[in-house]
């Protein structure tokens, strides 16, 4: 397995500084964010400087109920093959839910959401790495994500669902201690028998970020400082073998370069102290990873636990994202908690793509597009969705201001047409929604 080094996540917000940072090996960037005939001027330098660039893709949702959509496939091949990256990751997760599978409205996260540690999610989650490898033209690697809350019923623990699945796959892995601490806090999960439970050989690479506590929930915000207990957990693992790459994560509320590179002084030092306990207690490096050629999967078998996981995933998402009723066996509080997350989240990434939004709205825009975000679910990406909340604000006459109401619509008419669509009743899709899960 090549050898990748130090890395940050290059980000263009700190593209210059990343530049200039001694010791990076490697970097990592938002494959979304990039076109790939319009590449960043940053990253043909560290290319040309002979920096490794993998593309790490946000949006495939491989632990969804879909076959992954073969345009997002298409799109991180070409990535993959104008950055020259020796690999690609994406995340063992879900984004959307809803269509023909269930029969109801497409619904759209904006979030990497968990997938329950079922045989069911495992069989679907195999099925749909299998055609991922299949389409892209190097190695793929997967990453465990964080959760705010827990699937009811789930029937491995964590290390146990990513052993078989690569066992089953041949997928590398892509581990992010940030996340086992997540889950430590809030699932109660033991990030060392994660550790211990781990095929160590299948793992391509380590993500090291921040976050923040609020109220007894750890959030990954990948906003904060790197705190003690996730160096101590890469410490754990580089006590147990040597990664062979270490990345840190940064996306908000960007530091002074001198601020990012005492983090990546920290984790060299968190490494060499699990190099050094490795030593003493005189163990080797594991085996190489083995060529495992994925077995043929029959489409027609999988196809149950397909609709069964559409149903629950659907149901879970319909619940963060349109207020439906909670599904059974869930904690309230916790799905609360991960609803309030994903609005705010669509609120920040809206603000992003659009920034002109906040300008106009001013103060009112935050609580605007939260009340907005309670009744119109997310379907069909943040672009859309800026669209939508600024059409959904002038039909419903939502803006008092008319200076600011003239603004907000010359914006709209630039970007989508000549006048905004009606606005739906907020509560139709809920309520719809409510009449096909009532009928399952």
């Not at 299948?202 to 160096?231: C, F, K, N």
């Amino acid at each position: 397995m090549e050898r990748l080094g130090t890395g940050i996540g290059w980000r263009p917000e700190i593209a210059d500084a990343v530049e200039r940072m001694p010791g990076i090996d490697w970097v990592e960037v938002v494959a979304e964010n990039v076109c790939p005939g319009h590449l960043p001027d940053s990253l043909l330098r560290l290319r040309e400087r002979g920096v490794t660039v993998v593309p790490h893709g946000v949006s495939l949702g491989l632990g969804g109920a879909d076959r992954p959509d073969e345009g997002r496939l298409t799109a991180l091949a070409e990535r993959a093959a104008a950055l020259g990256s020796p690999l690609v990751t994406e995340h063992i997760a879900f984004v959307r839910a809803g269509g023909p599978l269930t029969a109801s409205r497409h619904l759209e996260a904006g979030h990497l959401l968990p997938v329950p540690r079922t045989r069911d999610a495992l069989d679907v989650l195999c099925e749909n790495v299998r055609i991922a490898q299949q389409a892209l033209p190097v190695p793929l690697a997967v990453e465990n994500i964080a959760a705010l809350l827990a699937w009811p019923g789930e029937e491995m623990t964590e290390g146990q669902f990513l052993y078989d699945l690569a066992d089953r796959t041949g997928v590398r892995l892509l581990i992010d201690v940030a996340n086992l601490h997540t889950n430590h806090v809030n699932r109660g999960e033991d990030p060392a028998k994660t550790l211990a439970e781990l095929p160590l050989e299948a793992i391509a690479y380590v993500h090291v970020a921040g976050g923040v506590e609020r109220d007894g929930v750890w959030h990954d915000s990948h906003a904060h400082p790197v705190p003690e207990p996730v160096l101590g957990i890469l410490t754990d693992l580089a006590s147990r073998f040597s990664p062979p790459g270490v990345l840190l994560e940064r996306d908000e509320n960007f530091p002074e370069p001198a601020v990012l590179e005492g983090e990546l002084d920290a984790i060299r030092t968190a490494l060499d102290k699990g190099a050094a306990r490795r030593e003493a207690a005189g163990a080797g490096a594991p085996a190489g990873p083995e060529a495992v050629v994925a077995a043929p999967c029959d489409p027609a078998a999988v196809e149950p636990a397909r609709q069964r996981l559409a149903l629950a995933q659907t149901a879970l998402l319909s619940a963060l994202a349109c207020g439906t009723p909670v599904p059974e066996g869930f904690d309230r509080v916790r799905v609360g908690v991960q609803a309030r997350a994903l609005a705010a989240k669509r609120a920040d990434v809206v603000a992003k793509v659009a920034p002109e939004l906040p300008v106009l709205l001013g103060r009112d825009y935050r609580a605007a597009f939260l009340a907005y975000a309670q009744a119109h679910p997310m379907n069909g990406g943040y672009r859309r969705d800026a669209l939508d909340f600024a059409g959904h604000l002038l039909t419903a006459g939502r803006i008092e201001d008319a200076r600011v109401r003239r603004d907000v619509r010359e914006w709209w008419r630039e970007r989508a047409g000549s006048r905004p669509r009606s606005a739906r009743p907020v509560l139709r899709f809920a309520q719809a929604t409510r009449r096909v899960l009532a009928r399952r």
